[in-house]
């Protein structure tokens, strides 16, 4: 999610920096279902990174689409929202169409793909309200005009502040290929710190275990 | 094609052998007919041998540098485990011509290995180390006028040994995406990777003789050619190569699937009987691998056994062909009754080396299947789909994990970790070693049997539930799920092994990957490292352009033409 954000030109690295503190100290909780009507589904991030629960949460959102035609899910209480964009992509891989929507600060996000598209459509507009609830709202369904179409019932947009166009996002993708992803030093020995948590210390006797 | 309950058993997975298919053979395919250009333009060396060396590479569709340097390194230590830190010869494989500022900077990093950082203008980063065994003798040899003894060149088969080959994105390479769609040279599974083997093999000749020629250079001669080509590289290959194949299903998948598709298409080939010429080529392959196998040198008791019962089981194959020839074409015998003699009557490795032995005689039915090798990886999950049906896959495509009792302390008596001295893979002993809390997710089959648990339960009490719904419980599950339905799709990728059991033996996965690759000659060191040859036999840059009949694969010693005057290089 980190990477895709990064090399399709959204930041992932920076965003993945700032958002470091908080997953030192993260409980590692995913989304806990609230309720569950036919085709609307409320869930509770539970403080936790979209990281952790973002999978599940456009997971849940394609089911109901499939088996209702349509499907909503909110994701309440939930952080770095806009590394969610990797999973919408993902979706729409298996013949769905997405929307996603938040609100952060005095923006609001909106995030569109077309069923089998490999690039979506990234706006930022100006926040009609102020939201501290940390909610994302994911809008599934077969196509994407359907889906606007519906989401349009629900959110009201305020005046559009930035777009990236998916050819912008293919120009990053090709030049980040070309000339690779430069990684802050910092930012790299604290993954490394974080990698180290899964390592085994060595030992005599744990040399053994690779052929000594 | 073969059932996938009888090729992804973990020990026919290591009986495999190289096949037209592997990566050496395909590539050396393409250099030899495309007549690659190799040429070094810069070989800054001292009288020692330690210095740089460039070489620029002119391929079909672009230019490449092979960019060396030889430093001096105490036997001391030389050490071919992934912890080593220094080496005898450091390389990378860069796209385009290297300047001098791109030179000082690789100067500065790739002796460094996994210390050091690249960029993605480098496809690949190798080291190696000299043979103790024959490296100085044949240098000696050389610088004293003779030719070296191809029974001691048997023993070894090489000069240096690589210990490593990264490459896809690792230590700032670049990206396996980026060589696929930029470089068609190089756009085939480790293309790039077998290419700076292949590479190190030429330098270790020119090496030798370079050596040998600055030591002595009024009595120095150059190796034979026909040495030359008996040469390989050597490789070590431990448990790093393990999860490659359990976290690559669907590659695993295709490659195998090729591989059968393959072997179907020989057995096919002989549906309807044999002739005179394809039972001479096949018993004349026979005595070629009776050969190879008696000339390979290995302190492994289990291996020797191996071999001498398949030169054993091949020597009364050939002699059945020989003799029998005649009757064989006139029964209308067919290799599919070949296959099934073999399945029934001989040794796992013969069967394999018969199958490769197969696959070889018809490349005009083959040959096209190297461009298939690659393939998306991506794993999909199916929100949707009902627990019901997802029960009902497990137990239709994962059967074998579920004939698995994993309440045996032997059934979980092993686990495969990371250690912190230099991430390298190592496989531990339940409640002995420690760092089971850590353990990498290897085992399929106990991960599918927990799931399937799992599942179990939660449908007792909502046994109309979607996958979705089960991983908003159980989301540690979710990568399960997705390799279940994505795997469940194809045929192989998955080994039918329990791979944490006390007895597991992680060779059997090393040499399945290693035999994709194309070496010959396993010397297994233990139960968890094994060395082989790489490019042994095949052609020399010398020999590109020329007509060529790709039949290097079983290398063998070679018989050194009476008229060859030993002291011309």
């Avoid at chain 1, 930022?124 to 599934?140: H, N």
């Avoid at chain 2, 060589?179 to 990777?193: S, Y």
């Avoid at chain 2, 057995?267 to 005179?276: C, E, F, N, Q, V």
């Avoid at chain 2, 896959?393 to 250690?419: H, M, N, P, T, V």
């Amino acid at each position: 999610m980190v990477i895709w954000s990064q090399m399709h030109g959204l930041n992932g690295l920076q965003q993945l920096q700032d958002a470091l503190p908080s997953l030192y100290n993260c409980l590692c909780l995913h989304a806990k279902l609230i309720s569950n009507d036919n085709n609307y589904t409320l869930l509770d991030g539970q403080s936790s990174s979209i990281l952790l629960c973002g999978s599940q949460t456009v997971r849940l959102a394609c089911a109901l689409a499939r088996q209702h035609g349509s499907g909503q899910v909110k994701l309440d209480n939930c952080h770095n929202r806009r590394f969610i964009v990797q999973r919408l992509v993902s979706a729409a891989q298996s013949d769905s169409a997405l929307v996603a929507y938040w609100v952060e600060g005095d923006g609001a996000f909106k995030i569109s793909i077309e069923s089998g598209a490999k690039q979506p459509m990234y706006s930022e507009y100006a926040s009609t309200s102020l939201s501290a609830d940390q909610s994302l709202m994911i809008f599934v369904g077969s196509d994407l005009a359907s889906v606007e179409e519906k989401f349009s019932t629900v959110i009201k947009l305020g005046p559009v502040v930035e777009t990236i166009s998916s050819d912008a996002m293919i120009n990053s993708y090709s030049n980040m290929l070309e000339q690779g992803i430069e990684i802050d030093d910092n930012l790299w020995n604290e993954l490394d710190n974080l990698v180290a948590r899964v390592l085994v210390e060595s030992t005599e006797s744990s040399r053994a275990g690779a052929g000594d | 094609m073969r059932p996938a309950s009888q090729v992804m058993q973990l020990n026919r997975l290591g009986s495999f052998h190289q096949s037209r298919l592997s990566f050496m053979r395909t590539l050396v395919r393409r250099m030899v007919q495309e007549n690659w250009q190799i040429n070094s333009t810069v070989f800054d060396l001292d009288t020692e041998g330690y210095g740089t060396a460039v070489y620029e590479v002119k391929a079909k569709y672009g230019t490449y540098s092979y960019v060396l340097f030889s430093h001096y390194l105490d036997p001391e230590n030389r050490n071919d485990r992934v912890i080593a830190d220094q080496w005898d010869l450091t390389m990378a494989l860069c796209e385009g011509s290297v300047d001098a500022e791109q030179l000082e900077f690789l100067r500065n990093n790739v002796p460094k290995q996994e210390a050091g950082r690249v960029d993605s203008r480098v496809f690949v980063l190798s080291r190696g180390n000299r043979s103790g065994r024959t490296f100085d003798y044949v240098v000696d040899e050389l610088a004293q006028g003779r030719q070296p003894d191809v029974d001691v060149i048997a023993e070894v088969g090489y000069l240096y040994r690589t210990t490593a080959a990264y490459g896809s994105g690792k230590l700032g390479m670049a990206d396996w995406e980026k060589v696929r769609t930029k470089h068609r040279d190089f756009a085939r599974p480790f293309a790039a990777e077998m290419f700076t083997c292949f590479m190190l093999r030429h330098f270790s000749l020119q090496h030798a003789d370079y050596i040998a020629a600055q030591r002595a250079p009024k009595t120095a001669v150059k190796l034979d050619d026909d040495i030359k080509r008996y040469f390989g590289i050597g490789n070590s290959t431990g448990l790093g190569m393990a999860p490659f194949l359990i976290n690559h299903p669907l590659l695993i998948n295709q490659w195998i699937e090729q591989r059968e598709t393959a072997l179907a298409r020989a057995i096919m080939a002989g549906a309807d009987g044999l002739d005179t010429a394809i039972l001479d080529r096949f018993a004349t392959a026979a005595a070629r691998v009776i050969q190879h196998l008696g000339e390979i040198s290995t302190g492994d008791t289990q291996q020797n056994v191996s071999n001498g019962l398949v030169r054993e089981e091949l020597q009364e194959l050939e002699q059945w062909l020989r003799a029998e020839g005649i009757n064989i074409i006139a029964s209308r015998y067919s290799w599919a009754e070949l296959v099934q003699y073999a399945e029934c009557n001989w040794h796992i490795e013969t069967q394999e080396v018969i199958n490769s032995m197969l696959i070889e005689l018809y490349p005009e039915l083959v040959d096209e299947l190297e461009e298939m090798m690659a393939v998306e990886e991506d794993q999909h999950l199916v929100p949707q789909m009902s627990l019901g049906d997802l029960k009902a896959l497990i137990e239709d495509k994962y059967d074998w994990a579920l004939a698995i009792d994993f309440s045996r302390a032997e059934s979980q008596g092993s686990f495969w970790y990371r250690s912190e001295e230099k991430m390298e893979p190592r496989l531990g002993q339940t409640c002995v070693d420690m760092g089971m809390e850590k353990q990498m997710p290897l085992a399929i089959g106990r991960m599918v049997r927990e799931c399937y648990d799992e599942i179990c339960m939660y449908m007792a009490e909502f046994p109309q539930q979607d996958v979705a719904h089960f991983i908003l419980q159980q989301p540690n599950f979710s990568g399960a799920i997705c390799r279940i339905q994505t795997m469940a799709r194809s045929q192989y990728g998955d080994i039918r092994e329990n791979l944490v059991h006390s007895d597991v033996l992680p060779i059997h996965l090393l040499r399945c990957k290693l035999s994709f690759f194309g070496v010959s000659k396993f010397d297994p060191r233990s139960r968890l490292w094994v060395r082989n040859t790489m490019f042994q036999g095949a052609p020399l840059i010398s020999d590109f352009g020329k007509p060529f009949f790709d039949d290097w694969q079983f290398p063998i010693k070679p018989v050194l033409s009476s008229t060859s005057d030993p002291s011309v290089g």
